[in-house]
């Protein structure tokens, strides 16, 4: 529950006195013109706040207005949000100039209350300030395994366990789980060899419990507001409103000072940042999805805490209110990505319009937040949100708008989780852990990331699992895309680039067949797997695919263990099979094999097992194994030698291929 007294003022000028009105005895709700009242209230009492709630008006309230909710059971009145100079066009744009936050006496019963202040003229809407619930159970599991490097893992990066992060390159480890799925990652290893690790310019905001800032393995990647930091304690140095917000704010008891210690903490905010930019290459602990290479380039950590504990090992839930404040200070100060972990209980809203008549004071709160520009990438920023831990077939608000990238959870035999919701609004899914998994004694089939030592046995590293963590990593692998896109001086509209993600899936409903297992006290409860198809949205993310489609190359997958062919008429026309191609040659007319010269990269990656070769217009190729390179393909566009010097001949054409080789493939061969 919001405590009252973390309810402190950020707008004095629209707060109430407390001695110039007498607060009068609340009666019933008036009879008279109730149903036009009850129309302002746009959601239900329930699970929310008793201590205030969110008034919206057209016009900002005078004196006259401010006496009468003081009449009405208003303790304060305060602005919901800051306003930002430069920023009120869009401001007005999206409502957030109208809220407000009423902070409620002690004796005013919160129905009655709302339908007083319904019936006065001036208000347009009140909104209950309800609590959101992180996509997690926030139980975590300490790991116990090394944190000094010996090697590096994988010849990629030093940090020790990278190798347990099956997240990024499964292997099929039966200690993972006997059931582990080789492929079953984000694919991300080969973007990190070859094309980016990340961009310090790029802000992703955590919108979450608090970040430990000082954590080892995220210190170096924080957010940092330099004039705060360089400025004197207790004054608003850079003048967005909050004071010494260093590396973000704590929007449940509004300072700088972060909270993770008090019981009920879990660490979930700082365990989800370390899947989105834990330091690569630092010779500690694990990798993040965008954390860099280990020279500064990770990108930054914003920490917006919504989330906080009790003391009494309960978690306080994030309101309405903290919430909504914490997005749009993501976007006014520089965050081009927010990752959010929480959301309403699947079934809260069964629709778009349902949500957005009740969603209120939040769901403003995002579309501004999107619409502000902080990259020179896109034309604005993008919101990724969990689908939720309900085992629903369907996901939960806000996540499930139409317009928001919400995400699902599979585990490491690349199958739906027990707990994802899954179905209408969930648009992609990717690693979120599973435990029950044989071994089942065992905690690495979950997420291995980052916490803090003092929520977690004194270990800076360990496991959870829900939507929660799957979040973070299609977070992780938009920041990457944002990195490489800078990296090739490429522009989108945030609407291309969801488009980008959504459609950078591999292949999921191919494994959706029969019953997924359990053992321990899910033994009794397998999954009956056809119900997920075509439910897990668009398939499971893949970093290569999206650095691909951002490139402009177009991906196709290959099958592990099998020659086989590729078609290259979309990449030299349906007269490629008439073409001269550049390599070494063998054989007669039309029987002739051009050879394609690859990199030693390329050939490691998809574990080559002989030259692959152009005949008939097509490209034979024989992985074999997971993995995904760029293959280089040249031909003689116009006769059959290259012209140029002393020679006339045709022009010299070529196209990077994308291969994407998986041990399963689509019978529409990859493509959506």
């Known amino acids: 529950m919001l405590q009252r007294k973390f309810l402190l003022s950020l707008t004095l000028s629209a707060v109430l006195a407390t001695a110039c009105v007498e607060n009068p005895k609340l009666g019933d709700i008036p009879s008279a013109g109730s149903d036009r009242i009850m129309t302002k209230i746009i959601n239900s009492p329930a699970d929310s706040d008793p201590g205030s709630i969110l008034l919206y008006f057209d016009q900002t309230p005078d004196q006259n207005v401010l006496d009468q909710l003081r009449a009405n059971g208003a303790s304060k009145v305060e602005k919901l949000f800051n306003n930002v100079p430069g920023k009120e066009e869009l401001e007005k744009r999206f409502g957030l100039d109208g809220w407000y936050l009423v902070v409620l006496d002690e ?184 954390g860099g290479s280990g020279k500064g380039d990770g990108v930054r950590i914003m920490s917006c805490q919504i989330f906080t504990g009790d003391g009494e090992g309960h978690t306080i ?25 929480y959301g309403y209980t699947a079934g809260t809203f069964r629709s778009d319009d349902a949500y957005m008549k009740h969603g209120g004071a939040e769901g403003d709160a995002i579309h501004y937040f999107e619409a502000c520009r902080n990259n020179d990438v896109l034309d604005g920023n993008v919101a990724i949100f969990a689908a939720g831990n309900d085992g629903k077939d369907y996901a939960g608000y806000p996540g499930a708008l139409n317009d928001i990238i919400s995400v699902s959870a599979f585990g490491p035999d690349y199958l739906p989780t027990y707990y994802t919701n899954y179905g209408p609004g969930c648009n992609i899914t990717a690693p979120g852990g599973e435990a029950y998994l044989a071994p089942w004694t065992s905690y690495s089939g979950l997420i291995l990331s980052t916490l803090p030592p003092e929520v977690n046995g004194g270990n800076d590293y360990g496991y959870m699992q829900g939507t929660s963590m799957a979040c973070p990593h299609v977070t992780g692998v938009a920041a990457l895309g944002l990195a490489y896109a800078r990296k090739l001086g490429k522009h989108f509209t945030v609407q291309e680039f969801k488009n980008l993600i959504v459609t950078s ?141 002393d020679k006339i001949g045709g022009m010299e054409v070529s196209h990077d291929i994308s291969v994407i080789a998986r041990n399963i493939k689509s019978s529409n061969g990859g493509w959506l």
Not at 195 to 205: E, H, K, M, P, Y
Not at 317 to 341: E, F, M, P, Q, W
Not at 549 to 575: M, R
Request: some cysteine; charged content about 20%.
């Open 107 to 290: 004796n005013a019963p919160l129905e009655k209350t709302a339908a007083r202040m319904a019936g006065l003229e001036a208000v347009r809407k009140v909104e209950y300030n309800l609590f959101f619930h992180k996509a997690s159970d926030c139980i975590t599991y300490p790991f116990e395994g090394p944190v000094v490097p010996a090697t590096k893992a994988e010849g990629i990066f030093n940090d020790p366990n990278l190798n347990e992060q099956w997240q990024y390159a499964n292997h099929g480890n039966p200690s993972v789980a006997s059931t582990a799925y080789v492929g079953g990652d984000i694919n991300v290893e080969q973007v990190w060899k070859t094309l980016t690790c990340g961009d310090n310019s790029i802000i992703v905001a955590v919108i979450d419990e608090a970040v430990k800032p000082s954590h080892p393995d995220l210190a170096a990647n924080m957010w940092v507001n330099a004039k705060e930091q360089a400025g004197q304690p207790g004054v608003d140095d850079d003048g967005n409103g909050y004071i010494d917000d260093v590396y973000g704010f704590n929007f449940v008891n509004m300072t700088h000072e972060f909270d993770w210690t008090t019981s009920g903490n879990s660490g979930h905010g700082t365990h989800c940042a370390g899947s989105i930019a834990a330091v690569n290459n630092n010779g500690i602990g694990v990798s993040g999805v965008a």
């Open 505 to 645: 899936a591999r292949d999921f409903d191919t494994r959706l067949n029969g019953q997924k297992t359990y053992e321990g006290t899910r033994k009794n409860n397998p999954l009956e797997l056809y119900r997920y198809r075509k439910m897990m949205g668009s398939g499971a993310i893949d970093a290569w695919l999206l650095c691909m489609q951002i490139e402009g190359i177009p991906s196709l997958t290959a099958k592990v263990g099998e020659n086989q062919w590729i078609d290259l008429s979309p990449y030299f026309g349906t007269a490629s099979i008439n073409l001269t191609y550049l390599g070494r040659a063998e054989g007669e007319g039309s029987n002739i094999k051009y050879y394609i010269e690859v990199s030693d990269d390329a050939r490691s990656a998809l574990g080559l097992a002989e030259d692959p070769y152009v005949q008939f217009g097509r490209l034979w190729i024989h992985p074999t194994k997971v993995g995904a390179a760029k293959i280089t393909v040249k031909a003689v566009g116009g006769g059959t030698i290259v012209g140029g010097g």
């Open 317 to 341: 839930g994030a309101s309405v209110a903290n919430t909504a404040r914490a997005i749009k200070y993501a976007g006014d100060n520089g965050a081009s990505l927010i990752s959010c972990s």
